[in-house]
């Protein structure tokens, strides 16, 4: 006779998906689940609610997330507390006013966000699956960073060469390559006009658009440097040895005080080893495998059910 486990678990077919918004470094986490797996409030069983009993149907709603206070570390961790089997823990932000809540708590995620502009607040409790959960917040999450979507000027507080990288299309040494060779007063021009560089106010949504800027301030249209940033570039600049010039270049490039003035962390260097090596990302050839899988739209990052939109 084969006997029946106590408990069933059913999916409660998780799905996440990123995106920017329109305006600002805000970021949009657009949550969907199927409304046969969640517990609605009830005063009379405050701790786990009601079934809900309506038709099942996809249930969504979206939540955003600032970099000015960037959550994105400690979102991390929560994934990672889940993952080493902690059973209640919790992830808590500020979007600039608004705040929400993720916790698990024994086989249910529960969600809860004040509400801002066309993300009204909301309180949900679902039943989930442990490596669910993880897969589906961690899986599109690096699916997003890694993709072409991700603007990362757009959220992260970038250095000036990485600003330029971005928007030129060209290596940061190739930049420095170019400006090594230049005298002092052509060598100042290219900085001025590379100063003049504000990656935000194209506000692009192709990178081309970016790098079309980049062309017609330092190729089409170089400035010429006014007096005091004249005064400010190395006066002796022509009698520098190379070594010299490359080291002040790499100086200038390294600040950020030139940068796109948001205050995100590298979402594109963050990872987590525990979070991979529990869902079965076991060597780097398989994490680099499905990297490139959910860079090309091909992994599981959910766009056709949750659509393009909030």
Not at 45 to 71: A, F, I, N, Y
Not at 103 to 117: A, D, I, K, S, V
Not at 215 to 220: A, C, I
Request: aromatic letters at 12%.
């Amino acid at each position: 006779m084969q006997h029946q486990p106590f408990f069933k678990h059913v999916s409660s077919g998780l799905r996440a998906r990123f995106r920017h918004e329109p305006q600002g470094d805000w970021l949009v986490l657009k949550l969907g689940w199927s409304s046969d797996r969640q517990w609605l409030p009830d005063p009379d069983s405050p701790r786990w609610g009601r079934e809900d009993k309506s038709p099942p149907h996809l249930v969504t709603t979206s939540v955003t997330l600032s970099g000015t206070e960037c959550p994105f570390e400690n979102y991390i961790a929560w994934l990672e507390a889940i993952a080493v089997g902690c059973q209640v823990c919790a992830f808590t932000w500020d979007c600039e006013g608004p705040s929400g809540q993720f916790t698990w708590r024994h086989g249910l995620l529960e969600m809860e966000w004040t509400g801002r502009q066309k993300h009204p607040p909301f309180n949900h409790r679902i039943s989930a699956d442990r490596r669910e959960v993880v897969a589906a917040l961690y899986k599109t999450f690096r699916g997003f960073v890694t993709s072409s979507e991700y603007r990362p000027d757009r959220y992260e507080n970038m250095s000036y060469g990485d600003c330029l990288v971005l928007c030129s299309g060209f290596s940061l040494e190739e930049l420095i390559g170019q400006l090594l060779a230049l005298d002092t007063y052509t060598a100042a021009s290219w900085m001025y006009s590379l100063e003049r560089i504000d990656v935000r106010q194209a506000d692009a949504d192709e990178p081309s658009e970016l790098l079309q800027l980049f062309r017609k301030l330092t190729v089409d249209e170089p400035a010429t440097p006014m007096a005091p940033y004249l005064e400010m570039f190395p006066f002796a600049w022509n009698g520098w040895p190379v070594s010299k010039r490359r080291s002040w270049l790499q100086r200038q490039f390294s600040c950020c005080y030139h940068s796109t003035g948001w205050f995100g962390s590298n979402l594109r260097a963050m990872r987590s080893s525990i979070v991979e090596d529990y869902l079965g990302w076991s060597s780097p050839y398989e994490r680099q495998a499905l990297r490139g899988k959910l860079a090309a739209g091909t992994g599981p990052v959910m766009q056709k059910t949750l659509g393009r939109e909030a």
